[in-house]
């Protein structure tokens, strides 16, 4: 099977633009998440999607959102981006058997730098 | 609130001995404990996990884990490290809230030398 994948991997962008981050989960998987991973705050939980609906958020400004489609794809946006929001982002898919021990694995992940 | 703690920023080993990379864990109920791997520029691999039974978890690449209820603590274990093990190891657990969601250490970076 192929793995989690994440489009595109690195992605320049300037204070006050937005961007859209992709991620494709694994065949058959249901659930997807999203992190940010910042040398400073370490890996942060964004939010969780299983079945189109988000399951969990995480303390993230209303900039950050997120969406899945009916294949289970799915894309975050970030609007009127900041300094802060340089960060590598990463997408993971498990099955969604939620709250259970179904194991998430992740995508390369998305450099995104803001200047 | 569930927590996870990795208390040792570096862990530097020489090729060929036993590593050791601590983690403790906060949670209330029976945990799902996570271990994975990261390499430069790479997103996280999926090393082992601790569910239910046996305490001691075998994984990929060699590694074990030691589940041990009484010291809250999932330390990760290798018999003889290798150069190539070398990156940044993060334990996480699954939160108890009924979704996917993984709490996260602070990582460790292993460096094992030549």
């Known amino acids: 099977k192929a793995g989690v994948t994440q489009t595109p991997r690195y992605l320049i962008k300037t204070r006050g633009q937005q961007v859209t981050l992709s991620c494709s989960p694994i065949?058959?998987?249901?659930?997807v998440s999203w992190y940010q991973q910042t040398p400073g705050q370490g890996l942060q939980f964004l939010f969780e999607?299983?079945?189109?609906?988000?399951?969990n958020k995480g303390n993230f400004p209303g900039r950050f959102s997120g969406r899945q489609f009916s294949n289970s794809r799915s894309e975050m946006n970030v609007s009127t981006l900041e300094l802060g929001d340089s960060a590598l982002y990463l997408c993971?898919?498990?099955?969604?058997?939620?709250?259970?021990?179904?194991?998430?694995?992740f995508g390369p992940g998305t450099r995104l730098t803001v200047l | 609130a569930q927590s996870v703690a990795q208390p040792e920023d570096q862990v530097n080993v020489a090729e060929g001995n036993p590593l050791t990379v601590k983690c403790t864990y906060s949670?209330?109920?029976?945990?799902?404990l996570f271990w994975y791997v990261q390499y430069p520029n790479r997103g996280l691999q999926f090393l082992l996990k601790?569910?239910?039974?046996?305490?001691l978890v075998k994984g990929s690449y060699g590694f074990e884990a030691e589940f041990n209820k009484s010291q809250t603590s999932f330390h990760l274990k290798k018999p003889s490290a290798l150069v190539s093990d070398s990156a940044l190891y993060f334990c996480?657990?699954?939160?108890?809230?009924?979704?996917?969601?993984?709490?996260f250490g602070t990582g460790t970076r292993l460096q094992v030398f030549p």
């Open positions: 065949s058959g998987h249901r659930s």
């Open positions: 996480a657990v699954r939160d108890m809230g009924g979704t996917d969601k993984l709490i």
């Open positions: 601790y569910i239910t039974g046996d305490n």
């Open positions: 999607y299983f079945s189109e609906t988000q399951r």
């Open positions: 993971a898919s498990n099955t969604g058997d939620s709250g259970g021990p179904d194991t998430q694995y």
């Open positions: 949670v209330s109920g029976n945990p799902y």
